[in-house]
C-alpha cells in the first residue's frame, strides 16, 4: 500500500492552494491584457452575453500554458517563503531533512502540471485557437450597433455617411439630418437634407427603414468626367421618403475549419508532417528555379554574306561584343539598348515574384517549426521556474504577497524579453530555430540549478555583507577598527609582557621592511614564478591580533584610543596572483592581465610598507604609554 508522508502532505497541500490562487491571478492578468488587444473588435457590436462568454472561454484555454510558469514561481515562492518565514524550514533542516527532500514532492507535482501544460498546448490548445480566431474574424464581419451620435458624421453603414444635429433619445426622432450617399460612387453622390427623421430595425435585421420628412434630396443624373462642364441633376423636394438601407446587425459564426491550415491550430504530429511537406515541396519549388535560371534563351539569327565569312573567320576567337555595338547605326543601338531594358526587367520582376513565394514559404515553414518547439519549452519553463521559485524563497524567507510578487515579475519579464527576442530572431531567420526557442530555457537552467544549490548547502546568497567584504577586498578597501571601553572586565591585562611583545613585534617590523624594500618597483618575472606564502606577515598579523585582543581589556581610554589606529593587514595581496604557479605564468604571459596584476601587487605592497611604519609608531606610542603608567604605579608603592 502507497504511504505518503505526513511531511510531504502538508508541503504539497500549503503549494497546491498558493498555486490555485495564483493561477487564477495570472490567468486573469493574460485574459486583460488579450482582451485589450482585441477591444476594438467586441466594443459596439452590440454582441449577446452567450457570444462573449465563448470569447473569454475560448482565450481561457488559449493562455493556459502561458499562466502555468508564473503560477508556479509565484506559487513555490511564497509558499517557501512561508516556510522560511514561520521557522517551519529551520525545523525540518534541524529534523535532518536537507531542502531537496522537502521540495521532492513538489517536483512529482511539478512534473505533473508540466504535462498537463503540454497536453494543453498539443490537444486542446489548437483546437481553442482555432474556435477563438474563427470567432474573432466573425465578430470583425458583424456590422456594429446603431449608435448614431449628435453633431458628427457617422460612417459605420457602408456607402453611407450620417449627420445628426440633435436626436430625442426617448422618442427616437432625429433633426436636421443630413445623409450623403455614395453606393453608386463618390461621383454619383446622393443628398438628402431633412428636417427630421426617425430609423427602425427590421424584423430580420438586415435592413435599416429609414423615415425622413420635409427635405430635399439631390443627384446627378449621369457619370461626371473632366470634359464636361455641366452636369445635369435632379431635385427632389419631398414631405415625407421612405428607403431601405442594407444593415446585417446579425453575429454569423464562421466555420472554424477554414482556420485549422494555421499553424496555431495544429499540434505536434500534424506539425511535423506540414513542415516535412513544404520542405519537400518548396525544395522542389527551389530546385525548379535553379534550372530555370540556368537557361540561356539566345536569339538564332541567320547570317549571309561578308557577314557570314567574318564570322567563319573570327569563330575561334573571342567576339569583341563593344566593337560590334560600336558599328551599328544609331537607331539600331536605340534598339539593342531599349530591347536590353526590357529583358532586365522582365526577368527582375520573375525573380522578385519568385523570391516572394520561396521567403514566403520559408517564413511559414519557420512559423510551423516555432509552434513545434514552444509546445516543448513552454511545457519546461513549468519546472524550470520551479527550480528558481523554491530556493529563492527558502533564501529570502519571506511570504506573502510582497518581495515574492515582485521577484515573481522581474524574473518572469526577463524570461519574457529573452523568449521574445530569440523567437522573433528566429521567425526573421537571423537565428537557427532550435537556438531562438531554446534561448530562453538555456539561460534559466542554469540560474535554477545555481540557486537550487545554494539554498540545499544552507550559502547565503544575498548576504549583502559578503558581497561588501568581497568588493572591499577586490578594490583594496579596509574597514577600520572600533575599539570602545568595556562595562565589565575580568582579567587586566599583563602590562610588562604586552610591552616585551611590542618591542619584538617592531623589530620584526623594521627587519621585514627592510629585507622586502617595498619602496622600489618589484620584480615582473618574480611576481610570476614565485607563489610561495609569505609566512613572516603571516606572524606579524597574527600577533599584531593577538596583542590588540589583550590590550582590548584595558581601562586606560588613551591605549583603547590607539588600538584603533592599528591598520588591518593584508597578508596576501602584496605576493601572486594565485597559489597555482602554472597560472601566474599564464597571467604573467598575457601582457594587459600581467600589468594589472602587477600594477595592483605594487600597490598593496607599498600600503603594506605604509602599515609596518604605522604598527611600529603606534607601538611605540602604547609602549610609552605602559611605560608611564608602570611609573606611577611604582611611585604610589614606595611607603
Known amino acids: 500500500m502507497l504511504r505518503i508522508k505526513k511531511l510531504y502532505l502538508f508541503v504539497i497541500k500549503s503549494f497546491l492552494l498558493l498555486f490555485a490562487g495564483t493561477f487564477l ?25 452567450s457570444v462573449l462568454a ?39 533542516k534541524a529534523a535532518g531533512i536537507p531542502l531537496i527532500k522537502v521540495m521532492r514532492p513538489l517536483i512529482v507535482v511539478v512534473i505533473f502540471i508540466s504535462g498537463l501544460s503540454f497536453y494543453f498546448q498539443n490537444v486542446i490548445g489548437p483546437r481553442a485557437t482555432t474556435e477563438l480566431y474563427a ?21 459605420e453603414l457602408d456607402g453611407y455617411n450620417l449627420y445628426v444635429q440633435k436626436k430625442n433619445k426617448e422618442t427616437g426622432m432625429l433633426y436636421d439630418v443630413m445623409i450623403y450617399n455614395f453606393s453608386d460612387g463618390f461621383e454619383n453622390a446622393h443628398i438628402i437634407v431633412a428636417d427630421s427623421g426617425r430609423m427602425e430595425m427590421t424584423a430580420d435585421k438586415k435592413y435599416l427603414n429609414l423615415h425622413l420628412y420635409s427635405g430635399e434630396q439631390f443627384e446627378n443624373l449621369k457619370t461626371q468626367s473632366m470634359a464636361q462642364k455641366n452636369v445635369p441633376y435632379r431635385r427632389e423636394t419631398f414631405r415625407e421618403k421612405h428607403s431601405l438601407i442594407e444593415f446585417d446587425a446579425n453575429f454569423n459564426q464562421m466555420d472554424a475549419s477554414t482556420l485549422s491550415n494555421q499553424a496555431a491550430a495544429k499540434g505536434m504530429r500534424e506539425l511535423g508532417h506540414s513542415i516535412d511537406s513544404m520542405n519537400a515541396r518548396f525544395d522542389s519549388i527551389g530546385r525548379g528555379y535553379y534550372t530555370d535560371s540556368r537557361k540561356i534563351t539566345y536569339k538564332k539569327v541567320e547570317l549571309t554574306g561578308a557577314d557570314s565569312t567574318r564570322l567563319k573567320q573570327t569563330r575561334a576567337r573571342s567576339i569583341n561584343m563593344d566593337s560590334l555595338f560600336n558599328v551599328q547605326s544609331h537607331k539600331k543601338r ?16 520573375e525573380l522578385s515574384m519568385k523570391s516572394y513565394i520561396t521567403s514566403d514559404g520559408d517564413k511559414n515553414i519557420r512559423r510551423h517549426q516555432k509552434f513545434w518547439w514552444e509546445k ?16 529563492l524563497g527558502a533564501i529570502i524567507r519571506k511570504g506573502g504577497l510582497g518581495m515574492p510578487v515582485i521577484i515573481s515579475v522581474v524574473l518572469f519579464i526577463f524570461y519574457y524579453i529573452i523568449e521574445n527576442t530569440g523567437s522573433k530572431m528566429a521567425r526573421e531567420g537571423e537565428l537557427q530555430m532550435w537556438f531562438g526557442v531554446w534561448v530562453s530555457t538555456m539561460v534559466l537552467v542554469p540560474l535554477g540549478a545555481w540557486l537550487t544549490y545554494k539554498a540545499n548547502g544552507d550559502s547565503v546568497v544575498f548576504n549583502m555583507d559578503a558581497y561588501k567584504a568581497f568588493f572591499m577586498k577586490l578594490l583594496g578597501l579596509r574597514s577600520k577598527r572600533h575599539i570602545f571601553k568595556k562595562e565589565v572586565i575580568i582579567e587586566d591585562p599583563d602590562y610588562p609582557q604586552v610591552y616585551d611583545r611590542l618591542e619584538a613585534l617592531c623589530r620584526q617590523c623594521e627587519e621585514y621592511a627592510a629585507k622586502e624594500r617595498f619602496d622600489r618597483a618589484p620584480n615582473y618575472v ?7 606564502d609569505d609566512t613572516v606577515i603571516q606572524h606579524i598579523s597574527d600577533e599584531l591580533e593577538s596583542i590588540v585582543e589583550t590590550l582590548n581589556n584595558s581601562t586606560d581610554t588613551q591605549i583603547l584610543n590607539a588600538l584603533n589606529e592599528y591598520p588591518i593587514l593584508s597578508v596576501s595581496a602584496h605576493k601572486s596572483p594565485s597559489s597555482h604557479r602554472w597560472l601566474n605564468v599564464v597571467c604573467g604571459l598575457v601582457v594587459p592581465v600581467g600589468l594589472v596584476f602587477y600594477a595592483r601587487i605594487w600597490m598593496f605592497g607599498r600600503r603594506l610598507d605604509k602599515d609596518l611604519k604605522r604598527i611600529v609608531s603606534t607601538s611605540n606610542t602604547i609602549m610609552d604609554r605602559i611605560k608611564k603608567e608602570q611609573q606611577l604605579e611604582n611611585q604610589s608603592q614606595k611607603p
Open 25 to 49: 491571478v495570472c490567468l486573469f492578468i493574460f485574459m486583460m491584457q488579450f482582451l485589450w488587444q482585441k477591444i476594438e473588435d467586441l466594443v459596439g457590436k452590440g454582441l449577446e452575453i
Open 54 to 92: 465563448q470569447f473569454f472561454f475560448y482565450s481561457a484555454l488559449m493562455l493556459i500554458p502561458m499562466s502555468l510558469p508564473l503560477a508556479i514561481l509565484l506559487a513555490t515562492l511564497i509558499t517557501f517563503g512561508n516556510f522560511g518565514e514561520r521557522c517551519e524550514l529551520l525545523a525540518m
Open 135 to 155: 470567432l474573432i474574424f466573425s465578430m470583425k464581419q458583424k456590422s456594429p450597433e446603431l449608435d448614431i451620435p449628435e453633431g458628427a458624421f457617422y460612417h
Open 334 to 349: 536605340e534598339q539593342l539598348i531599349q530591347n536590353a531594358i526590357n529583358r532586365v526587367q522582365t526577368q527582375s520582376s
Open 376 to 391: 516543448i519549452t513552454l511545457s519546461l519553463a513549468c519546472i524550470i521556474f520551479f527550480f528558481i521559485g523554491a530556493p
Open 526 to 532: 618574480r611576481i610570476f614564478t614565485r607563489n610561495e
